[in-house]
């Protein structure tokens, strides 16, 4: 059984935050040192020590250099460095995609290919511990999933070698693409390129801290200790609860208020909204303001359907905005069997329950196509489906078989 892993990145984060945090959620230093000599580098030693940020105390994990590299690295010898090493292939993949992202992002940021970039940050060894002890820390620990929230980036300019810089810097800026992001607290860096790489890679997805059971929580700091404000990553650690045999997945939620649209739009709308990937469309009649009656327009999709969704919504409705939200579903695994009726024949959909029980509904769409060409009562045949499959079901609690 894997573990989950949430990243609180209410003050941003960066290499050194999520090194610390790991540490104080309970990743063993000892431990964490001795698979970092895989990596077959010399000339820097691993120091923790507790500090105090705003009002929180934390793990600062201090990457001590005592012989650095001769030069910036490029992508290839990083690579190369990362080959050589006998860390478990997981780490060593992971770790070239943090690598890959900070390429392409500081190769957007200074105008150069991804190949011709230079590291000068991760030529120094801190940051490339950073990197490594980042992803093997979650291997280590046990982590199958990681999800994180927004990330505040910081506000106001920073001092670099190419000059003054806007808060969030062009690398930060490029990495967080497809991520939400906002600014908040103290006029400074509060997200590393480092950081959002990590995150990038590792997270599979971003938003509001999800049901946990059972949660450790770290809090890693970082160099930075503005006055008054708790700089520190926080993560939340928590063993995955077993598994129900019921997939999961996010959903997002579309919304939207309509009291003035010709109710004979709604059948062309839902059809719409289905053609272009809705997963669910529903209609809830409401009371809105000044007692008018309105329904509410509801739609699930998956997120790379949402912007379809939101197409089909705003041209083909009144609607002038609309409210999303993401949202995690369980649905029951399930099964088609096919059952013979007077007339036809008939779809069950079958829905697993689990131990040994399960729930069985006729299509309706079958149903409804013999009941018009027969001349029976739809609920007739309804009825008949269920119990013709009644009798091939496997009988409930059967060692071996679901029914």
Known sequence: ??????????????????????????????????????????????????????????????????????RPLSLSRIQKILAASTLPAAVKAQSRTVFDHLAEAEGLAHRVAKRDVHFHEVGVIDSFIDVVGGVLGCHLLGVTQVTASPVNVGAGTIQTAHGLLPVPGPAVAALAKGIPVYSEGPRCELATPTGMALLRTLASSFGSMPVLESAQVGYGAG??????????????????????????????????????????????????????????????????????????????????????????????????????????RQVLPRRFVTVNVTGGSVKMKIGEIGAGWEKAAPEYADCRKIAVRTGRPLKDVMDEARVAYSRVAPRKGKKGTRS
């Not at 209410?10 to 050194?16: E, K, N, R, Y």
């Not at 077959?40 to 705003?54: I, K, P, S």
């Not at 053609?275 to 469309?281: E, K, N, R, S, W």
Request: aromatic share 4%; hydrophobic share 45%.
């Open 1 to 70: 059984m894997g573990r989950r892993l949430h990243f609180d990145c209410f003050s941003g984060v960066s290499g050194d935050m999520v090194l610390g945090a790991l540490v104080d959620a309970g990743l063993p230093l000892a431990r964490l040192r001795t698979e970092l000599k895989r990596l077959t580098l010399t000339g820097y030693r691993l120091e923790q020590r507790q500090v105090h940020r705003g009002a929180l105390q934390a793990t600062k994990i201090s990457v001590v250099i005592q012989r650095g590299f001769d």
């Open 223 to 328: 160099d930075s200790d503005p006055e008054g404000w708790p700089n520190v990553l926080r993560v939340f650690l928590a063993d995955e609860a077993a598994s129900t045999g019921r997939p999961a997945d996010r959903v997002v939620q579309i919304e939207t208020n309509l009291d003035d649209l010709n109710p004979q739009a709604y059948e062309h709308v839902m059809a719409q909204l289905f053609a272009v990937g809705a997963l669910d469309v529903a209609l809830i009649p409401v009371i809105m303001k000044r007692g008018r009656p309105g329904v509410i327009l509801s739609c699930l999709a998956a997120r790379e359907q949402t912007d379809a969704v939101l197409e089909v919504v705003l041209q083909e409705t009144t609607a002038l905005g609309v409210r999303i939200q993401e949202l995690d």
